[in-house]
């Protein structure tokens, strides 16, 4: 688990992201009682849709995501951070066409990132997202720099103090977050423009 874990780092491309998730569901199949590697297969599949271009692809990948969530969810219920990719999964199925599907998938991906909040404050992961989301927002809708800086500032306050339960337990958005956080002070400083 650990191994494939770590090969998460270097995946780039939709089918790296696919072949691992297909490597989760095989260790999930032999170890039918953890939901963990559920969680990682979801997540790398939310990955492939992610990082595929066509978006007509982008939602079979999110239709299995959500299967190997809800398992998970079954096996572990209420968990923060399974309500956390729940959330990314709405939002990444908005982003296919936000215009069409922001009314379902935009309130959708909030609730269950407000739900994973109230399951576990200190996760970072859920401010993150929202933060990310609302950066790339209009500000004629709400979203946009000046609104999503508070948000991702917030979560990076939680990455800080955020210590996962174990070795295997979901650690990841912290060193994006803050390479994130930089690359915008840094279009601060060039633009002069505040923070």
Known sequence: MS???MMMDSARTNVDFVNLSNAFERIAKA????WIPYYYAAECQIMASFMDS???KKDSYLDKADIYLTIAD?????DSEIYTLKGFSAQMRMVVNPMQRWQKYGELSNSLFEKAKELNPDNPRPD???GQA?????EAFGGGKKNALPVLKQSQEKYKKFKPETS???NWGGSILNNLLKSLEE???KTGTSK
């Not at 079954?74 to 209420?78: A, R, V, Y």
């Not at 609302?134 to 209009?138: D, I, N, S, V």
């Open 74 to 78: 079954s096996l572990q219920p209420n």
């Open 54 to 56: 066509v978006n007509g």
């Open 134 to 138: 609302l950066l790339y927002t209009p």
């Open 3 to 5: 191994k494939t874990m």
């Open 128 to 130: 993150y997202l929202v």
């Open 168 to 170: 295997i337990s979901p």
């Open 31 to 34: 170890e039918k009682s953890k």
């Open 187 to 189: 279009d601060s400083t």
